[in-house]
């Protein structure tokens, strides 16, 4: 139970507009990378 408290209090609560963020910013460019290259590999 100490260890679950620990990440609680160590890990910073993400919020639902900054997962948004993310996913748009980072994470969609680097898929779309990411399926070029398979087009190119194939």
Do not use: A, C, H, Y
Not at 5 to 22: A, E, G, M
Not at 29 to 40: C, D, E, R, T
């Amino acid at each position: 139970i100490l260890f679950w408290i620990f990440i609680r209090w160590s890990v910073p609560r993400i919020r639902t507009d900054q997962i948004l963020v993310l996913g748009w910013k980072k994470l969609l460019p680097l898929s779309l990378i990411n399926i070029l290259i398979v087009i190119f590999m194939v």
